[in-house]
């Protein structure tokens, strides 16, 4: 079975995946966890989703194929962020996980990395291929990882801010409606700060970007608060850059 499936991977190209969500006002990292099996003991390896590709497949199918493992591809936002291929990316660590595997250790890799951005009622949890299971880690909780998939995590977080100050690129990991408290505690979760709560709101109803749904929370046990969803036909602008985001300076 494995040798059917390997014969069809181009042992040189991997693709992988950043996937961040936000929950709980913490920004989340999907992680695949590879239990490795020596002799009696079992360890865990933590990687980022990835996959070699398909000799006849793009690299965009390949990484809607690594995402369609345990979300809609085509509901999602994702881009190319990055290519990995130092010449030391296989650690000593690394090559022996992945031979007790079964996988290529010995061939160099080159990484083309995609990140994504998942809404919460996006993520559907299931196992995926060669018996992976999958876990949302907070950013800031997240283990040594393999290769050098922290350093492409980092990549991801600085693209992430940038896209958020100029392309309000963040209302992707929110619900289609949402209160401007969940907006402001994602701004300062990614950005590492605080805002004055007047000062950011102000700014947000000013810019134009967001519009009050005239509805309110339900099933919450306090107050309910007011939902406010982005205006689509603006947020297209914004990101083709043909719309000024007023609130950058915050």
Request: hydrophobic share 40%; aromatic share 12%; charged share 30%.
């Amino acid at each position: 079975m494995q040798k059917t499936i390997f014969s069809e991977l181009n042992p040189n190209i991997s693709v992988n995946c950043v996937t961040l969500g936000f929950a709980q006002n913490e920004l989340k990292v999907l992680v695949n966890i590879n239990e490795v099996k020596k002799g009696k003991n079992v360890s865990s390896v933590y990687a980022l989703p990835e996959s070699l590709i398909r000799h006849e497949e793009s690299l965009k199918d390949s990484a809607k194929r690594i995402l369609k493992d345990f979300t809609n591809p085509d509901k999602v936002y994702f881009e190319q962020l990055y290519t990995f291929g130092k010449v030391d990316r296989n650690k000593k660590h690394d090559i022996e996980w992945m031979r007790l595997l079964g996988l290529h250790a010995d061939e160099r890799l080159i990484s083309v990395t995609y990140f994504a951005l998942l809404k919460p009622d996006l993520f559907v949890s299931e196992q995926t291929l060669f018996d992976k299971k999958t876990e949302w880690i907070p950013f800031n909780k997240l283990p040594k990882l393999a290769f050098d998939h922290n350093d492409i995590v980092e990549k991801a977080l600085l693209t992430l801010k940038r896209k958020l100050k100029f392309e309000a690129l963040g209302i992707e990991l929110l619900p289609d409606n949402f209160t401007l408290s969940e907006l402001q505690a994602l701004y300062e979760t990614v950005l590492d700060t605080s805002f004055d709560k007047r000062n950011f709101r102000r700014k947000i109803l000013n810019s134009g970007l967001f519009e009050n749904t005239f509805k309110k929370q339900t099933a919450v046990t306090h107050k309910p608060a007011e939902l406010f969803t982005i205006n689509k036909e603006k947020y297209d602008l914004l990101r083709s850059g043909k719309f000024d985001l007023a609130f950058i300076n915050f």
